[in-house]
Every structure is written in structure tokens, then in C-alpha cells.
């Protein structure tokens, strides 16, 4: 097992381990503690995007991801200002059926990877993350998903805004 595959393996756990810290959080019912750990998870998958020699997409991973969007989830977290009573409790039948939704994607993610062959038809600029290519692919083939993923953000945004105004008397 060369260094490279440690690293890997570090890389990979830690990014499952803060990934499941985000949603079930044992040690606090904080939502910043939350964000932290989304922060971590975010950090731990540039992490792997180094590893594939990505590494146009690790540092748009850290500054777009860790930086801004994170920072926009503590605004709200902040802007909403929750109390401990007003928090959602956990409703064990929803909770059993987001287990069992999860699973049945789980098991459709391993089929389909179990079926196909990683990376046939690849050239080297798309193995290799070069700027270029995730250029051409975003602003390119991708361009009508990238820009409602944009408008789908603004409307978050202005939810936000909409749900913390308080109402004047």
C-alpha cells in the first residue's frame, strides 16, 4: 500500500465520519456545530480532489464551499436565531423512511457503479481536472443546470430574508 492510498483512506473517512457528524450530531444540538462539521467534510473531499490531481476544483471546493456558502448557512443560522424549544423533534416514522429512502439510493449509487466502467471514454484533461475542461463542461454542456442552480441559491436567499423579517406593529 503505497502513501498515496493512506492518505486516500484518511481523506475518504474523514469525509464520511463529518459528513454523518452534519446530520447526527451527538455532541451538540447547536446547528453552527453543524455547519462545522460541513465545514470539515468540505475540506476532507478537496482533500481527495488533490489526490486526483484536481486541483482547480480542491481550491474552488474551499474558497466557494467552505468560504461563502458556508458563511451564507451561518448567516441564516445566526438571522433565525432558533431557541432550544422551538427546535423540530425527531419524528421516529419520518426518521425510519429518510432511513429507508437513503438505503434504497445507497443501493442504486453501488448498482449503477457496480455496473459501469469508471473513467471508459475519458480523455487525460477530464481525468485530470485541468481548467479547461471543467470550463468547456460548465459553460458548455452544463450551462442550463449551472444557471438554475444560481436562480434555485437567489430564491434561498430571498426565502431567508422573507422568514426573518420581523412584522412591524
Not at 481550491?59 to 466557494?64: D, E, F, G, K
Not at 443560522?77 to 419524528?91: A, F
Not at 481548467?131 to 444560481?150: N, T
Request: aromatic residues 8%; glycine residues 6%; proline residues 2%.
Amino acid at each position: 500500500m503505497s502513501a498515496s492510498d493512506i492518505i486516500f483512506y484518511i481523506f475518504a473517512a474523514l469525509t464520511l465520519v463529518c459528513g454523518i457528524l452534519v446530520v447526527a450530531n451527538p455532541v451538540s444540538r447547536n446547528p453552527v456545530t453543524s455547519a462545522m462539521f460541513l465545514v470539515l467534510t468540505i475540506i476532507s473531499m478537496s482533500g481527495l480532489f488533490v489526490l486526483l490531481h484536481a486541483f482547480f476544483l480542491a481550491a474552488v471546493q474551499i474558497l466557494v464551499y467552505a468560504g461563502a456558502v458556508i458563511v451564507l448557512f451561518l448567516f441564516v443560522i445566526m438571522l433565525l436565531d432558533l431557541k432550544e424549544e422551538q427546535r423540530r423533534h425527531v419524528n421516529r416514522v419520518v426518521a425510519a423512511l429518510s432511513v429507508i429512502v437513503v438505503m434504497v439510493i445507497a443501493a442504486a449509487i453501488i448498482w449503477t457503479i457496480w455496473q459501469t466502467k469508471l473513467g471508459d471514454g475519458l480523455d487525460s484533461a477530464h481525468l485530470e481536472g485541468s481548467l479547461r475542461a471543467v470550463g468547456h463542461l460548465v459553460f458548455g454542456k452544463y450551462i442550463l443546470p449551472f444557471e438554475i442552480l444560481s436562480l434555485v441559491l437567489l430564491v434561498a436567499m430571498v426565502g431567508v430574508i422573507l422568514l426573518s423579517k420581523k412584522e412591524l406593529k
